[in-house]
């Protein structure tokens, strides 16, 4: 099993672009999470998705967010605009449902620099 | 809602020493309780659980963490602890039952162990 699978590992952009981060979650998990890391505010949950449906996007920051899951085995997450506040470390995390007893099993992540 | 605490930032510990890193938890219903742990440059990984039963729960590299209701903690030990055991590590809580439950994380307790 290749586990969750992230891209892009690193993005620098500047102010005002598009960002898209990618996720591919486990085969045969059927719930999506995507996370975010700061040194000020720790591991923040911005949404996550049961069965490709948004159950809970009350993490995500305004507006600028937006996350889509539209089959089983993708999701993303875009910034437009990026600001400089956006840089981190961009986590997603997949499991089972209902069986999986909340085990999430993480992708090694997408650090964004927003210059 | 469910929420965690993890009180130390930092614990500087030598090399063999037994450490203790500290969880507690808030939550008006029953929960399962996580301990994970992330090495540098690297995705979370699952480093032992707690659903029901035992209240000690063990992980293959020698932690243990004990499951104190009447204290609302979760805390992890380790008897004697390895250069290798350096990362940071985040406690984390989520409602039983249901697949509705997100997984909520502590701030995370970073692990310096010193030759």
């Known amino acids: 099993d290749a586990g969750v699978i992230q891209s892009p590992r690193h993005e620098v952009t500047e102010m005002g672009q598009e960002v898209t981060l990618r996720c591919k979650p486990i085969s045969g998990h059927n719930s999506l999470f995507w996370y975010r890391q700061t040194m000020m505010r720790g591991l923040e949950l911005l949404i996550y998705f049961n069965n490709n449906v948004p159950i809970d996007d009350s993490g995500m920051p305004e507006d600028r967010f937006s996350a889509k899951m539209p089959n089983a085995s993708f999701s993303t997450l875009k910034i437009q605009p990026s600001e400089p506040r956006d840089s981190a470390v961009y986590f997603c995390a997949s499991r089972i449902i209902p069986s999986g007893a909340n085990v999430l099993t993480f992708g090694a992540g997408s650090r964004l620099t927003v210059l | 809602a469910q929420s965690v605490t993890q009180l130390d930032s930092q614990v500087p510990v030598f090399e063999e020493a037994p450490v203790e890193l500290r969880c507690n938890y808030s939550?008006?219903?029953?929960?399962?309780l996580f301990w994970y742990v992330q090495y540098p440059n690297q995705g979370l990984q699952l480093l032992l659980k707690?659903?029901?039963?035992?209240?000690l729960v063990e992980s293959i590299n020698g932690f243990e963490a004990e499951f104190n209701k009447s204290q609302t903690s979760f805390h992890l030990r380790k008897p004697s602890v390895h250069i290798s055991d350096t990362a940071e590590y985040f406690c984390?809580?989520?409602?039983?039952?249901?697949?509705?439950?997100?997984?909520?994380f502590g701030t995370g307790t970073l692990l310096a162990v010193q030759p």
């Open positions: 707690y659903l029901s039963g035992s209240t």
């Open positions: 984390a809580v989520s409602r039983q039952g249901g697949a509705t439950n997100k997984l909520i």
């Open positions: 939550s008006s219903v029953s929960v399962y």
